[in-house]
């Protein structure tokens, strides 16, 4: 054929999808209803011309000199292309890119067929006379080897310059290849299955070019049957520890009139050493000399049908993997389409997705549906004179993509989701629970499951009606009235059941009357079961009808339940109910008024409102004294601050010990009120002064003392003067000592001590008193004094005297009576006269320390008198600055100086308090008076006189008002207001 004109090959008849041939227009039928079978292929092809359609793929023919296409093949989103001048063209269809590959230059036509594996990594190219090439496909350097028909391979670069001979075994054509699809090195073809024109399968495996070995494994022994289809598939591990030597593979080939399965493993050898003889295979006889061979398989699953082209039609099957071995066969499910009568001529094609087998004539390509086995869709070819004969139909396994093309053409083959009207197939085949899982919207789904559930009310199967119905938007009156009018209660209920778990959670009121009318028949079918079912059926209804409670608890109305449940005399329901919707409170009340106290208990225990403890306590606690106070110590110990002891007070009052269970001699109020105090840490003075109480109620006051001694002491938390009123009340004298004690009245204590005959308490509460010794000796003698007194023991009062530091023999003689025997207490009296002789002895020498103490005092006296200082004459006073020895002064021993009168004026003036100046002003006057009366001829005390003077000096002249203590009093003297006036912020006459 010429080459085309420019015009000619970007001619595109298909342009749109909905085009049907190149002649005729679109089909504008209606959609019908699935269920009018009159429309229903009607309805199918107009659909398919929304789901297919051809596009054009845009391949110039004319690009490559008006070539005729050969062969094609697609993988991983490339195309390659063999021509009849003896090219292959690689076709990346992302970026558009052309590869292409002279396999002979010479020659034109030498290209038969072509094999890709899934990922377009692996080429092999098969020649008319039995040679063939293998390009490698990946990365930007392309290297192919090419076998001579002599047998010899050729290793050539793009150019077939530089080639290099390599020897290997003489083959026929290939017709079929067999991938290793768990192979993904780009440079290895892994160990691949080839097919070949003389009915033998052999193995290979190419790497880095080079045909690594050439093995033939099978031969059907005819080769009037080529091996036109091979596929394998793998076994599903069998769990048993499945390993790669475990293996197990299915082989089917197939000629254009037979198929052959192959069960085995784990290696291809060992799989084909079974089937030395001739197997066993389906044969179809036709007229046609070639065929095709089709696995469809979900992506990366197993394979799970096939599809073969054949004579008289198409022949499909699906894969059921089991147990199979050797002599098995696999294929289940398997019939035969005949081609149409209105097609004329063999198919050329055949592929298959997963719902429609492709099949292509050579004036028209046929969609076929799997399910309906009708025409789909179907597209004529009109413009032969412009792309010439159609060749064949191939598909990308990867992308899924397919292509039909012919001399001059190739086309895409769009499909447009293919599974949108499957549902359609399937409700149609009554397979319901498969159409809905392709329905695509809600409005497809509600008719399915109307049909199913139309379906199964026709068939009598109420109850799987009931359930589908539930699922529909049919009308609920509609749906419950057909139940009642045939008077099945077990499908309204089950249609109720399964409408109310498909309800929304914001229609309250219809699932409020939902479930008030499913308890109705729930309590009605007890009622019926009971008086005429067995017990295991009664106790599955009850079972059944009791998780429906749990499940919808808040749906119902309380009170309308409860009335219903009543009615029906349900009195173990109406409690279960309650207890699910917390009314604890009905539920205790009624064991209460049954006196089913344990049971009541129960139920307080699961009770998370504290006020129900407070209401039926008084009760419970007066019948079941032991059981109450477990239930409050148990709730108190999940939360301290749960329940309040003050109001629990009532029912403790309510308590008598006569009620507690054989066994049970504790008294439990006692036992709770401790529990609080000790565990629960109460202050409450109510709680604490009722505890008091009850322990002043017991005949055993040892509890009392033990509980004063933890909680009774001046910092405690009990009311000590009500625990006294209370002791007192009740007789619990040395109780009451002790919180005499506590409240520091240690006399009163003693006394109540002595009281009662307790020394020992008595001497205890004696030694109590801190920072008292007058008291505390003043009580050992009241102790002393009743022990001789009272008791008439000597010795025994004789013996305080050494418990204590407090006390001498002389201090109790005076309570001896009056004859009383020296022999009693002559030992103490000796030990008493010993002390007082050592005491002598120690203030003899303290005395002769003191007395040379005052000597060598008299003696530094009498040298201080005799002390001096120098005074310059040039020396001034340091507050006038007049000469020092002007008049009297006084020298300290800094060497400053200062005229008495300056020193007396400053002291008076800035450094003596009050009381030194008033002393200072007696002093003055009595010296004046003396001197006077000394002058007048009186007598004159002169010791007197001198010892005035000397108190006068050491007022006045303590230290220098320079550097001694008064100029560092000065520091800490505040500034004078500024408003008493300037003067007084001139500064003292002090000058240095």
Known sequence: ????????????????????????????????????????????????????????????????????????????????????????????????????????????????????????????????QGEYAYPHTYGHTRSYAYREPRGELVRADRALSEAALISMAKGARIESVCWDRDC??????????????????????????????????????????????????????????????????????????????????????????????????????????????????????????????????????????????????????????????????????LLSTEFHWFVLFADRLQVINQLTQEVAWEHSFASRHVYGDMRGIVQDAVSGKLWVYADYMVNEVAINGEDQNVWRCYLAKGQYDTALQYCQDLSQREKVLTAQADHYFSEKQWELAASMYAKTKRSFEEITLKFINLDEKNALKRYLSDKLDNMRSTDKAQLTMICTWLCEMYLDKLNSVKDIGSEAQYGYILDEFRHFLQDNVSNFDAETTYQLILNHGRMDVMLYYAELNGDHDRVISHHVQRREWTKALDVLAKCPDASLYYVHSPTLMQHAPVGTTNAWINASRTSKKFLDPRKLIPALMRYNIANNPPGHKANQALRFLQHCVKNLESRDPVVLNYLVTLFCQQDDEKAMLAFLADYGGPNGRLDLQYAMR?????????????????????????????????????????????????????LWLRIARYVIEEEKDVRKAIAFIGQTDMLKVEDILPFFPD??????????????????????????????????????????????????????????????????????????????????????????????????????????????????????????????????????????????????????????????????????????????
């Open 819 to 992: 004859f009383a025997r020296i022999d009693d207490f002559k030992e103490a009296i000796c030990t008493s006269l010993e002390e007082y002789h050592e005491q002598i002895e120690e203030l003899k020498q303290g005395m002769e320390e003191a007395t040379k103490s005052a000597e060598l005092i008299r003696k530094d006296i009498g040298d201080l008198r005799g002390r001096f200082g120098f005074v310059r004459s040039s020396q001034k006073c340091g507050f006038c600055r007049q000469p020092v020895l002007a008049a009297g002064l006084y020298l300290f021993p800094c060497q400053h100086g200062f005229h008495i009168t300056c020193q007396e004026q400053w002291m008076l003036q800035e450094h003596l308090g009050e009381t030194d100046k008033r002393r200072v002003r007696e002093l003055k006057q009595a010296i004046r008076a003396e001197e006077a009366r000394g002058h007048a001829g009186g007598g004159v005390e002169a010791g007197g006189l001198e010892r005035m003077r000397a108190e006068l000096d050491d007022v006045l002249a303590c230290d220098c008002p320079l550097c001694g203590n008064p100029a560092i009093d000065m520091i800490n003297k505040p500034l004078p207001p500024l408003a008493q006036g300037p003067s007084y912020w001139d500064l003292p006459p002090l000058r240095l």
């Open 1 to 128: 054929m010429d080459l085309l004109d420019d015009d000619e090959y970007l001619y595109n008849p298909y342009d749109t999808a909905a085009v049907q041939s190149d002649n005729e227009g679109d089909d504008d039928d209606g959609i019908s209803e699935v269920t009018d079978t009159e429309s229903h292929n009607a309805l199918q092809a107009h659909t398919a011309n929304q789901i297919f359609s051809l596009h054009n793929a845009s391949w110039k023919a004319k690009q490559h000199g008006g070539a005729r296409i050969k062969h094609m093949v697609a993988a991983g989103s490339t195309v390659f292309v063999a021509t009849d001048r003896g090219k292959v063209v690689r076709w990346h269809l992302g970026s558009g890119e052309e590869q292409d590959m002279v396999i002979d230059k010479g020659r034109n036509d030498v290209i038969f067929k072509l094999h890709v594996d899934r990922s377009g990594l692996h080429l092999i190219i098969g020649g008319n």
């Open 726 to 778: 209370a002791c007192q009340q009740s007789g619990k004298r040395e109780a009451c000592v002790h919180i005499l004690a506590s409240l520091e009245q240690y006399e009163q204590a003693v006394d109540l001590a002595l009281d009662i005959k307790d020394i020992e308490l008595a001497k205890l509460n004696a030694d109590k008193v801190e920072d008292n010794d007058d008291l505390r000796k003043r």
């Open 184 to 349: 993904e090195d780009n440079a290895n073809t892994g160990v691949i299955m080839v097919g070949t024109s003389t009915g033998t399968i052999c193995k290979t495996q190419i790497v880095d070019g080079r045909e690594k070995f050439w093995k033939e494994i099978f031969s059907l022994q005819d080769a009037a049957h080529p091996i036109c289809g091979l596929h394998y598939e793998l076994f599903p591990p069998s769990g048993k520890g499945y390993m790669d030597n475990a293996r197990k593979y299915f082989v089917m080939a197939a000629t254009p009139t037979r198929y052959y399965e192959f069960i085995g493993g784990p290696t291809y050898d060992a799989l084909f050493a079974q089937y030395a003889t001739a197997p066993a295979f389906i044969e179809l006889p036709g007229d046609l000399d070639y065929s095709d061979l089709h696995f469809f398989r979900k992506e990366n699953g197993r394979a799970s049908s096939f599809v073969w082209l054949t004579g008289p039609g198409i022949y499909s099957g699906s894969f059921s993997f089991g147990s199979q071995n050797a002599g098995d066969s696999i294929i289940h499910d398997y019939k035969l389409l005949p081609y149409s009568s209105e097609v004329h001529g063999p198919p050329l094609g």
